[in-house]
């Protein structure tokens, strides 16, 4: 979406108001492809005074993220205000912009990633996947063994189960 800021850039204090709803699929995030549940919708304001232009506004979406244990996808909602500084200089602090058009979508997508949780879990109480054969225990248990060891450290349990007490 993009947005003019050349009425902003002939006075030296003014606001315009934003009101839009973006219609994505999805994003990548950095390590998966995110889709979009509902359309992003954007109530905020554009200003500038005396310096900067200050994007500020509330961000309301629903995406679609994979559980982390159980890879079950879910719904998480995202609401998030937002207040970015925007300038034509290369101040690491503010977001730079070298042209009178600006693309909102870009800074919210950025928002909204930061937003996301690092732990995706559909619950916290999620049981995740049975190790062996892959069962979702959340559905309920398997017939595998209870106790599982990795083959590689066998020889490392068969030395602490013949450990007598004393």
Known sequence: MIIDINELNDKSYEKKDINIIIE????????????????????????RKKGPLV????????????????????????NIHIEEELSDTDDCEIISINTDNIDIYEIIENCIILELPVKRLCKDDCKGLCQTCGKDLNHGQ?????????????????????????
């Open 55 to 78: 994007l500020v506004g509330d961000v309301k979406t629903q995406v679609l993220l994979n559980c982390g244990r159980c890879m079950q996808v879910f719904p998480y909602e995202v």
């Open 142 to 166: 398997c017939s595998c063994a209870d106790f599982y060891v990795d083959p590689r450290l066998e020889k490392l349990t068969q030395m602490f189960s013949n450990h007598k007490e004393v």
């Open 24 to 47: 994505k699929d999805s994003f990548f995030d950095g390590s998966e492809s995110v889709t979009y549940s509902q359309p992003i919708k954007f109530d905020g304001y554009l200003r």
